[in-house]
């Protein structure tokens, strides 16, 4: 039973490039999450989606594109990358039933770019 | 606007000693609340949650929680801390109405002294 796998673990780009983190569940679940983890601040939300082919944005969306186009996949683009997208990024998903928002995480993605 | 405040950013506990982790929020709708914890290159793991009745819910591990609605705190104990609760610890609120969505403290690290 994995759960949240997020590919690849870690990643170092230069300023610029591109790179697409994905995020794979598999426990039927509707809603998914991104999150970016930096000290002292603690997740902020980047983009979710609450279905197949739905996404919104977050708390800190710029710079960031998502897909959902199965429902077990939840992408995440940077399509040109800068030194202040250096995080940990988490995938998080939720069943969503009766209101019990339980999140469960992947380990997460280390990204730094230079 | 909706927060939740972690005062301590750090807390040192000597191993078999008492913990109590503070966390307070602000948020409009009744709250759920959640503890996570995150051990080192670890994604987040669902310590405990409170939707509604009993104010002192139990988690894993040994914690509970006492959500205080007077103070807007939900503050995770411990009554003897071990070694292997060295992580970091974040509490969050949500609303079944938000997508699911959380708010998150910054997060507190736990140290446990020998």
């Known amino acids: 039973n994995a759960g949240v796998t997020q590919t690849p673990k870690f990643r170092v780009l230069k300023t610029g490039q591109s790179m697409t983190l994905l995020c794979a569940q598999d426990?039927?679940?509707?809603?998914m999450y991104w999150y970016r983890q930096d000290p002292g601040m603690g997740l902020r939300l980047i983009h979710y989606?609450?279905?197949?082919?739905?996404?919104a944005k977050g708390e800190v969306p710029d710079g960031y594109n998502v897909s959902r186009l199965k429902k077990q996949n939840f992408l995440l683009g940077l399509e040109s990358a800068a030194p202040s997208q250096t995080s940990v990024y988490f995938c998080?998903?939720?069943?969503?039933?009766?209101?019990?928002?339980?999140?469960?995480f992947g380990a997460g993605s280390r990204l730094t770019v230079l | 606007a909706q927060s939740v405040t972690q005062p301590d950013i750090h807390i040192t506990v000597s191993e078999g000693a008492s913990l109590e982790l503070r966390c307070n929020y602000s948020y409009g709708a009744t709250p759920y609340l959640f503890w996570y914890v995150q051990s080192p290159g670890q994604g987040l793991q669902l310590l405990l949650k409170?939707?509604?009745?009993d104010t002192l819910v139990q988690g894993i591990k040994g914690f509970e929680a006492e959500f205080k609605r007077s103070q807007s705190s939900f503050n995770l104990r411990k009554p003897s801390v071990h070694w292997s609760d060295a992580a970091e610890y974040f509490c969050a609120v949500g609303a079944v109405d938000s997508n699911y969505q959380l708010i998150w403290g910054a997060g507190t690290k736990l140290i446990i002294k020998p």
């Open positions: 989606s609450v279905g197949e082919g739905t996404t």
């Open positions: 426990m039927n679940h509707e809603y």
């Open positions: 998080a998903s939720t069943g969503g039933v009766s209101g019990a928002n339980v999140l469960t």
């Open positions: 409170y939707f509604s009745g």
